[in-house]
């Protein structure tokens, strides 16, 4: 969801960076590239341990999460997302989101744009019940793929990411991914990735058996499902 479907990697690390200012703390650059697709706790365990926050990782993460359900839902969406997820949806490929923000984020997203977050089947946060560790671990991506109707094996699974962190989940879950990093990323973090590009206007679907975005009329897919 954040940094795929969204633009809103950069608002949540502005969030970050400034509650660190209210304790005279700097959130550096390398720390946040290290934060780039976590958890909320991960990140605020992380930034209240290492940059020593005079502040509990349980009140970090409030006042955190507080300033999110304000900011957040205004993020922008990424360059080709409403195109491909239109797309997929119009060719009848299933489609889930799956990602290691709250239930409470995805609903906030939801909520401020029911349509387009209405063209997944269903959706896969870290706080469901089903889910016991969040990325790099597969299980998000693993439960995702399980709640499609026909059940695909995780290779029949396409997974788009923009994180380091989102790729290793999906890649422990046996499926391939489609990486669309933040540019700030060394390439080193991008070499788990089945493919690599710039932006989702760059994705060419018939690469990995799904319709192309033009009127050519529809054949078997070889992908089952994609997840977000």
Do not use: W
């Not at 926050?53 to 080709?80: C, H, M, W, Y």
């Not at 089903?130 to 991506?141: M, T």
């Amino acid at each position: 969801m954040d940094g795929t479907v969204l633009n809103s990697e950069v608002i949540y690390h502005k969030i970050i960076k400034k509650l660190c200012q209210k304790y005279n703390r700097v959130y550096t650059k390398d720390l946040q590239i290290r934060m780039y697709g976590v958890t909320d706790r991960e990140i605020s365990e992380t930034v209240v341990k290492e940059l020593k926050v005079p502040i509990s990782t349980d009140e970090f993460e409030k006042q955190l999460n507080d300033l999110a359900q304000k900011l957040l839902p205004s993020a922008p969406l990424q360059r080709g997302a409403e195109r491909i997820l239109t797309h997929l949806h119009d060719y009848k490929i299933p489609m889930a989101l799956a990602t290691n923000s709250t239930d409470q984020a995805v609903r906030l997203h939801a909520t401020a744009r029911p349509k387009l977050f209405g063209l997944f089947h269903h959706k896969v946060s870290v706080t469901d019940p089903a889910v016991r560790r969040g990325k790099p671990s597969p299980d998000i991506y693993l439960v995702a793929a399980s709640k499609f109707p026909d059940k695909p094996q995780p290779r029949q699974c396409l997974v788009f990411e923009d994180s380091k962190v989102g790729v290793m989940s999906a890649r422990e879950a046996g499926m391939q991914v489609v990486m669309i990093p933040d540019p700030r990323l060394d390439r080193e973090h991008t070499r788990q990735a089945t493919i690599v590009i710039q932006s989702l206007m760059d994705f060419k679907p018939e690469l990995f058996g799904l319709p192309p975005f033009d009127d050519t009329p529809k054949r078997r897919n070889r992908i089952e499902g994609c997840t977000f």
